[in-house]
């Protein structure tokens, strides 16, 4: 066996003729330990994936469908529902990751689609020409 050490989806490929076998017994997953870990995953895989898909037309919808399918997929179809809330977390950092990932290429395609090309500088005002206080005595 030998480790692939892909950006994304890495693992390990068999290097032998042998059909590969089955395990007896059932394996504990944790992919996480904590939500800040499906965060910083959620935004390396979407930046990388990015880079994957930057030959497609990306749009703003695409990305929210593709989301959404996404989200469908692990809490419905691979019956993420079933784990409860770590289930619905897991498969709402699925649609965050693939959503920010059709976004990311997207705005690699169009480099200027989320920046106005000239915004009004908008600044805290004084605010002591705002104090006047009035007093009811």
Known sequence: MVYDNLPVHEGYIAL??????????SIWQFPFKDVGE??????????????KILHKK???????????????????????????????????????GTFYRYMRAYELQNQQCLKPESAPVIGRQ?????????DPT
Do not use: C
Not at 38 to 51: E, T
């Open 126 to 134: 004084n605010s002591t020409a705002h104090a006047e206080t009035s």
């Open 58 to 96: 990306n749009t703003p919808l695409k990305a929210l469908t593709h989301g959404l399918w996404s989200f469908i997929r692990h809490y419905i179809l691979k019956l993420g529902f079933l784990d409860g809330w770590p289930g619905f977390v897991i498969a709402f950092g699925n649609f965050e």
């Open 16 to 25: 032998t003729p042998k059909p590969t076998g089955y395990l007896q017994s």
């Open 38 to 51: 499906i965060m910083r995953k959620a935004d390396r895989y979407s930046a990388l994936g990015a880079q």
